[in-house]
């Protein structure tokens, strides 16, 4: 093994943790740019049992490998229950998290304050490129939906993917 972890020295480790139901462009901006800060980029796709998504968490996962390749240090994986868990268990002292507007961020820092004081791992707040700030999973679904076009808002592959599930040409 070669690089910083057979030096002795520890990667530097961040979750980006999300529904990704589907990933857009904003979600895939905020992982790629986390991708050039840390080591390795964990991709945490939420299971949420009482919320019925429209892809399955491992249609999310393999869209999400599969958008994220290039970035060389992503990895993608489902978890339940507290994300400070998830960061406690693969050893990840930080968060991030894409922020649109200031209404984010009042939740978000909320979330934040929790989690550090659970368990001590930091989050760390980037904000959204303007192009993506009224980006939403929810509203992209919306408007696909009734058959307007998204296809500048999502990866082509998430796209078509989005595309044949809602059954449209």
Same mark, same amino acid.
């Given at each position: 093994m070669t690089g910083p972890e057979s030096e002795g020295l520890q990667l530097r480790r961040a979750v980006c943790p999300g529904s990704f139901d589907p990933i857009t462009n904003g979600h895939l901006d905020i992982i790629s740019r986390a991708s050039k800060l840390y080591d390795v980029v964990h991709?945490?796709?939420?299971?949420?049992?009482?919320?019925?998504?429209?892809?399955?968490?491992?249609?999310?996962?393999?869209?999400?490998?599969?958008?994220?390749?290039?970035?060389?240090?992503?990895?993608?994986?489902?978890?339940?229950?507290?994300?400070?868990?998830?960061? $406690?268990?693969?050893?990840?002292p930080a968060i991030v998290k894409g922020l649109r507007a200031v209404s984010d961020f009042d939740y978000e820092l909320q979330m934040a304050q929790m989690n550090i004081g659970l368990s001590g791992v930091e989050?760390?707040?980037?904000?959204?490129?303007?192009?993506?700030?009224?980006?939403?999973?929810?509203?992209? $679904?919306?408007?696909?939906?009734?058959?307007?076009?998204?296809?500048?808002?999502?990866?082509?592959?998430?796209? &078509?993917?989005?595309?044949? &599930?809602?059954?449209?040409k």
């Amino acid at each position: 093994m070669t690089g910083p972890e057979s030096e002795g020295l520890q990667l530097r480790r961040a979750v980006c943790p999300g529904s990704f139901d589907p990933i857009t462009n904003g979600h895939l901006d905020i992982i790629s740019r986390a991708s050039k800060l840390y080591d390795v980029v964990h991709v945490a796709v939420m299971i949420n049992q009482s919320k019925q998504g429209l892809f399955t968490v491992e249609e999310r996962i393999e869209l999400i490998r599969e958008v994220t390749a290039d970035c060389g240090n992503v990895e993608v994986e489902s978890f339940h229950g507290l994300l400070v868990d998830f960061c $406690k268990q693969r050893d990840i002292p930080a968060i991030v998290k894409g922020l649109r507007a200031v209404s984010d961020f009042d939740y978000e820092l909320q979330m934040a304050q929790m989690n550090i004081g659970l368990s001590g791992v930091e989050t760390l707040f980037v904000p959204t490129n303007p192009t993506y700030s009224f980006l939403s999973s929810s509203l992209v $679904k919306e408007v696909a939906a009734w058959g307007g076009d998204v296809a500048h808002l999502l990866p082509p592959v998430v796209h &078509r993917a989005l595309i044949e &599930r809602l059954g449209r040409k």
